[in-house]
């Protein structure tokens, strides 16, 4: 009878256990049937995420003339603007690297190697530790409005804050 006894308290203690942590028993078995849910592998949905990604963060110089135009052509007294953009360096990306200094003999060596990332599947990544913004040479705006002093005071504002030019490399004219 003592065993009856001791196999039922040890039950009753495990169901008030069970009632107890129901809720985290039910996120870890939640976890482990994520975990074995098949990935898909090099050609799926992880490989354009990762496409996607990189056409967001490409910078085009037409593009940026679109939205310049669309932007300044909204202030007051400019009318429909053109503009022009010219680069001095393009968009680039500083990568992380391991340098490996090695003394001997008297003459010292210095060996740099990129840092990079499996991805899984034989895919690859270098490692960006900083992007850095394209510098800009000069831009040129063209618009009607381009001859009232207050127009070209907001138009080379508005170029020079968003390219961060200085008003000695922004040109603008009255156009047709």
């Given at each position: 009878?003592?065993?009856?006894?001791?196999?039922?308290?040890?039950?009753?203690?495990?169901?008030?256990?069970?009632?107890?942590?129901?809720?985290?028993?039910?996120?870890?078995?939640?976890?482990?049937?994520?975990?074995?849910?098949?990935?898909?592998?090099?050609?799926?949905?992880?490989?354009?995420?990762?496409?996607?990604?990189?056409?967001?963060?490409?910078?085009?110089?037409?593009?940026?003339?679109?939205?310049?135009?669309?932007?300044?052509?909204?202030?007051?007294?400019?009318?429909?603007?053109?503009?022009?953009?010219?680069?001095?360096?393009?968009?680039?990306?500083?990568?992380?690297?391991?340098?490996?200094?090695?003394?001997r003999e008297g003459s010292?060596?210095?060996?740099?190697?990129?840092?990079?990332?499996?991805?899984?599947?034989?895919?690859?990544?270098?490692?960006?530790?900083?992007?850095?913004?394209?510098?800009?040479?000069?831009?040129?705006?063209?618009?009607?409005?381009?001859?009232?002093?207050?127009?070209?005071?907001?138009?080379?504002?508005?170029?020079?804050?968003?390219?961060?030019?200085?008003?000695?490399?922004?040109?603008?004219?009255?156009?047709?």
């Amino acid at each position: 009878m003592m065993g009856a006894e001791r196999a039922a308290a040890a039950a009753k203690k495990a169901m008030t256990a069970l009632e107890k942590y129901k809720f985290v028993l039910l996120v870890l078995l939640a976890g482990l049937l994520l975990l074995l849910l098949p990935i898909p592998s090099g050609g799926g949905e992880t490989a354009h995420a990762g496409e996607a990604e990189q056409a967001a963060t490409a910078f085009s110089v037409d593009e940026l003339e679109e939205k310049l135009e669309a932007t300044l052509s909204r202030i007051d007294g400019a009318g429909e603007v053109t503009v022009a953009l010219t680069l001095r360096s393009g968009a680039r990306q500083v990568l992380a690297q391991d340098v490996t200094v090695s003394d001997r003999e008297g003459s010292s060596g210095e060996e740099r190697t990129t840092v990079v990332i499996s991805g899984g599947s034989g895919r690859e990544e270098a490692v960006a530790l900083q992007e850095l913004a394209p510098q800009f040479q000069g831009a040129v705006v063209v618009c009607p409005g381009g001859d009232d002093p207050t127009v070209r005071l907001k138009l080379a504002e508005a170029v020079a804050d968003l390219t961060g030019l200085g008003a000695d490399r922004i040109s603008i004219c009255k156009g047709k």
